[in-house]
């Protein structure tokens, strides 16, 4: 079974953990760190990566934290996957074969394998995952769920 990298699956998680547990006040970064039962200073690097590239919206201050910077309708899982994917050393993707086979036959496999992938992760939005954890009986800490807040 093919599993994602564990920097891919906490940026996915941590996403969902804001748009979950996060309410009028931004998500704080302890907060997250405790559920995902993650040192906090590993939390922030990926963080900081969405942030750059407007997944999250960082907010500073004694109450700031981490929020969604657009409707969690509109974040998927395949623009997380790119975002991460930007800070992936060439030596942990597939190598490409000299061999006819390998050119021919298996370098397409990959390359639709990957292509079904992402076509897949990006119709898969955080909503839909907030509405399977709701379904699932997962307990919110949020005091009431917003999609957005400024």
Known sequence: MLKPPRKLALAVEAVVDIAYHGSANPVQSQDIARRLGLPRRYLEQVMQQLVRAGVLRGVRGPRGGYRLARERRRITLGEIVRVLQQN???????????????????APLWA?????MMERLDSITIEDLCRRAERKGVKSEAEAHTDFAI
């Open 88 to 106: 992936v050393d060439e030596e942990s993707t597939v190598p490409h074969s000299r061999s006819e086979l390998g050119g021919r036959i298996m």
């Open 112 to 116: 639709s394998l990957a292509e079904s």
